[in-house]
């Protein structure tokens, strides 16, 4: 029975490439296809094989290239696929690899820079490191709450028409506030069925992050982070301080100044 070796970066491994190599193992006669991970891709080699590992553990056709040379002769298998994934579709990457996408996040930076402007990605970044100071400060989950940052305004780039029509059938209720706080309850959608994210603390805090309406910790943190974060260019060294000690007053301090700065600056009543 005849084998072969296919390359491609895996970068991640996508459902359809699993699907066609299958297809093409059984087409062709191949009792297995080894696989073999480029050299290149935004995923250090050793985690694209890593992810490999997992996805192709239910196939016995398929089976990883193990040897430290480039094998001749590769046949390389078309890897567009694994662009879609990294732009936001992680449920098209393969199933064994789901859950690492979204509880690890290796690709939210990725994600990040297709969904949403280069300001706006700026802005995630430093929201999470933020948010990761936070719970180091308060003994939480500095991971969880660093995703929480990075994904908190995923559908803020999104056209109000494009969130409206979210907004209808999910929270057709909330469409009275004003587009700009929209995204709130747009992206935990967005998170839930195209990333597959389950962690219903973020996406709890992510549906209060405009409104300050949360009562929990990751809430607050993920409030005061996106108002206080670096790159709004400010000294936010004093609600920083307060929000280490104390999130609900730290949230309350934020929340009240923030009230004063629309009061001030575009005179509206809040
Ligand atoms: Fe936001
Ligand atoms: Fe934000």
Redesign the pocket.
């Known amino acids: 029975m005849k084998t072969c070796i296919v390359s491609a970066p895996f970068d991640p491994v996508t459902h359809e490439e699993i699907r066609r190599l299958l297809n093409a193992a059984k087409v062709n006669g191949f009792r297995k296809i080894y696989l073999y991970a480029s050299e290149e891709g935004i995923l250090p080699r050793r985690e694209r094989i890593r992810m490999l590992k997992l996805a192709i553990r239910p196939w016995r056709r398929l089976e990883l290239y193990e040897g430290s040379d480039c094998p001749e002769n590769m046949i390389p298998l078309n890897s567009r696929s694994e662009v879609t994934v990294r732009q936001g579709r992680y449920d098209l990457a393969a199933p064994g690899i789901k859950k690492i996408l979204i509880e690890e996040g290796p690709y939210l930076s990725e994600t990040l820079n297709h969904l949403c402007s280069p300001h ?1 990605a700026a ?2 970044r430093s ?1 999470a490191m933020v948010c990761r100071q936070l719970a180091e400060a308060h003994g939480m989950d500095a991971d969880q709450a660093w995703r929480a940052g990075m994904m ?2 995923m559908t ?1 780039g999104f056209s109000d028409e494009a969130n409206g029509k979210i907004m209808k059938v999910y929270t057709p209720e909330m469409m009275e506030y004003s587009p700009k706080v929209w995204h709130s309850y747009t992206a935990p959608v967005y998170l839930y069925h195209y990333l597959g994210l389950r962690d219903h603390k973020i996406l709890e805090a992510i549906r209060h ?1 405009t409104l300050a309406d949360g009562t929990g910790d990751l809430d607050r943190i993920l409030y005061i982070a ?1 108002k206080i974060e670096p790159s709004r260019g400010y000294d936010a060294s004093k609600e920083m301080e307060l929000s280490r000690q104390d999130l609900k007053k730290g949230a309350e301090l934020v929340l009240a100044e923030s009230k004063q700065y629309m009061r001030e600056k575009e005179g509206l009543n809040v």
């Open positions: 706006r802005h995630s929201v908190h305004d803020k992050h996106d």
